[in-house]
Every structure is written in C-alpha cells, then in structure tokens.
C-alpha cells in the first residue's frame, strides 16, 4: 500500500469510527430517556413479584446491551487514539500489520487475526469435569 492509500485508508476508517461513535452515543441517550421514561399502564400497576421481574426485563437488557455499547466505544476510541499517534493497523500484540480487510470488517480491533484467535481463546471459560 503506497502512503497515498495509506492516508486515504485511515481517513475512511477514521470517518467509519467517528460515524459509529456518534451512533452509539446518539443510541445510549435514547436508551436512558426510554428506561426513565416506563411505557404508559405500567408505572402505577401493582402485582406480584414475578409481575415487576416482566416489568423489569427490557431494563435490564437495556442495562446489558448499554455495557456492551459502552465497551465497543471504549475500543473505538483506542482505534482513534491508534490513528492520532500512527499506529493504527499494527497488532498491538505481536507489532505485525493488521490486514485491512480485517479492518474494514472490524475497524477499531487492536489485534491481527491470529493474536484475536489467541485472546479469545484465553478469554473462553474453562469447563471442569467431576
């Protein structure tokens, strides 16, 4: 890749991961208008436990999903620091260049595909026997 398309890649991925920022961001405020906000016929309804617990769920997924929302956008802004100090694209693990196909499909991933495998691997719950 010459610098040319070099600097031309990293202004498209640059753009991609700014687009996705904002559409997270612009997804959590709604997400927290929605959860403060309970639809209307619930919030005065008495019941029972398990009433509440149905009650409860969207939230709670709500809850999950924004976790996982807030972890991607942390790794998007690492891509955008990566980018800003010019090492975006060189696995942070092995030094190695990340091929870019891996990075149009997964823009802000740190890893070269063989490290990613690896810390998957590491990350796998371990299953005992008795």
Do not use: K, N
């Amino acid at each position: 890749m010459t610098s040319d398309e070099r600097a031309q890649f990293e202004r498209q991925m640059r753009e991609v991961l700014t687009r996705r920022l904002d559409e997270l961001g612009a997804r959590a405020v709604a997400e927290r208008r929605a959860l403060e906000t309970p639809p209307a016929g619930l919030r005065d309804e008495v019941g029972d436990d398990g009433d509440q617990s149905e009650r409860d769920e969207p939230r709670d997924f709500g809850i999950r999903m924004s976790e996982r929302e807030a972890e991607l956008a942390q790794q998007i802004e690492a891509a955008l620091q990566r980018l800003d100090a010019g090492s975006y694209g060189v696995c942070v693990e092995c030094g190695q260049c990340i091929d870019p196909r891996r990075l149009a499909l997964v823009p802000w991933t740190p890893y070269c595909a063989d490290d990613a495998e690896r810390a998957e691997r590491d990350r796998a719950p371990t299953h005992t026997t008795l």
